[in-house]
């Protein structure tokens, strides 16, 4: 009964200890999806800024500038290809992407920057020489990207759009595209477009659970580029943001498992311990505590019994000293059977035991203890030997010191001896 009710406080414990830190690690976990994505409007924001600032210069060739038109109608572009490569560097090393980004581009109408120039641009390049604006223009009507924000209460954030999934049609690469329209005045400016590979966030879940030790997953039901846009345009720090997390119930078993055979094998040693560290502290030949072992003037006890074995010098010197420590040994196993196991058994010397008493609260109670512990003893013969005890008691309806409380039960066993032995003795205090 013990046993199982150990079992169950241990399942108990484990189930506990299981579900506290797998409910830490998903907060964890909710925490760093929104600081990571907060980390990329912040870059998104400083990259907005740098791309205003950056001065006009001549269009030239280099690997990143795509022009749609021959020239330019001013002849003039924004030299952007220094900020463009750092900005791809920022995002791609945040660890909700971290490698997972596959292009950015920067889109104005008559020309547009892109990173990192691929095989197939060349293809958009000469398809687009002709067209003008037509590229710029398109994305504006099918994203539904307002032309002027004075006519449309909205926040810069709530005009950023999120498509995907989708294959991009050269290296079948599945993908997740943001456009981000970046204002000057309230007015557009140009498109920033960042392709990011649709498993970015599975990636980051990964490695989160690998560096964790857990096991969540992004909600299969989820639609990606919602939440994507939402996590995003989100403003308020405080705001409630639900995060798609799934936790996996058969990891959640293996690990309530794990922590149960932990605690199991640390009971169980701390059991031993304890045991080991008692057993060194009892008498090897009647199992009872030894007296250094409560040789500690502050212990305070409210009852205390003494027990000497009557003429126990009269049995070794007839029948020998083996025989002796047999009746020793019998005499305290029955005087275990017969107490509480609460209370503490001590072999003070020889043949004499101290019992400090746990429950006794009346002496009612004490009277019935010490009268079974007399019949214990001389009821049963010991190998054909005639043996009984005698049995001082002192019991108060307060603590004091056990040096003191001694006194007196080694008073009422005197009283015990004098009047005829085989009987007890209790003084109240």
């Known amino acids: 009964m013990i046993k199982m009710y150990r079992f169950f406080l241990i399942l108990l414990a484990s189930f506990f200890i299981t579900f506290n830190f797998t409910a830490i690690k998903k907060a964890k976990l909710e925490n760093e999806v929104e600081e990571y994505f907060r980390y990329l409007t912040d870059t998104i924001y400083t990259y907005q800024i740098n791309v205003f600032n950056s001065k006009l210069i001549k269009g030239d060739n280099s690997k990143e500038l795509l022009i749609f038109n021959k020239q330019p109608i001013d002849n003039k572009v924004k030299d952007i290809s220094e900020t463009i490569d750092n900005f791809f560097y920022m995002i791609n090393e945040n660890s909700i992407i971290k490698g997972n980004l596959w292009s950015v581009a920067n889109v104005y109408p008559n020309y547009m920057y892109i990173k990192p120039y691929r095989n197939e641009c060349k293809s958009k390049v000469d398809e687009r020489k002709n067209i003008g604006n037509q590229y710029f223009n398109f994305l504006l009507k099918k994203e539904n990207i ?44 140009s498109i920033l477009l960042l392709d990011i590979k649709a498993d970015f966030l599975n990636d980051f879940f990964r490695n989160f659970n690998h560096k964790n030790m857990t096991n969540f997953k992004l909600d299969k039901a989820v639609k990606i580029d919602d939440f994507i846009y939402n996590i995003i345009a989100k403003q308020k720090y405080f705001e409630a943001m639900k995060i798609p997390i799934k936790r996996s119930y058969w990891f959640f078993s293996l690990i309530c498992l794990v922590v149960f055979t932990f605690l199991s094998v640390v009971y169980e040693f701390i059991l031993f311990l304890r045991k080991n560290i008692n057993e060194n502290k009892k008498d090897k030949l009647t ?45 305290s196993h029955r005087i275990m059977a017969t107490i509480n196991k609460s209370d503490i058994g001590i072999r003070w010397g020889g043949e004499e035991f101290v019992i400090l008493v746990d429950d006794i609260v009346n002496i009612t109670r004490l009277h019935l203890k010490l009268n079974a512990l007399l019949h214990a003893i001389s009821d049963q013969k010991i190998c054909d030997i005639d043996v009984t005890i005698s049995i001082g008691s002192f019991l108060s309806s307060s603590n004091i010191i056990l040096s003191e409380a001694f006194k007196y039960a080694d008073d009422a066993l005197y009283q015990s001896k004098k009047t005829g032995r085989n009987k007890y003795t209790i003084t109240a205090y």
Request: overall charge positive; hydrophobic content about 35%; aromatic content about 16%.
């Open 287 to 331: 199992g009872f505590y030894r007296k250094d072992c409560f040789n500690d003037n502050n212990r305070i006890v409210s009852c205390l019994i003494i027990i000497d074995i009557d003429y126990f010098k009269k049995i070794n010197d007839t029948y020998g000293h083996q025989m002796g420590d047999y009746v020793l040994t019998e005499v």
């Open 146 to 189: 307002k032309r002027n924000l004075e006519r449309y209460n909205l926040i810069i954030y709530r005009t950023m759009r999120v498509e995907g999934p989708f294959f991009q049609c050269k290296t079948n690469e599945k993908l997740i595209t943001i456009y981000y329209p970046l204002y000057l005045e309230r007015k557009i400016d």
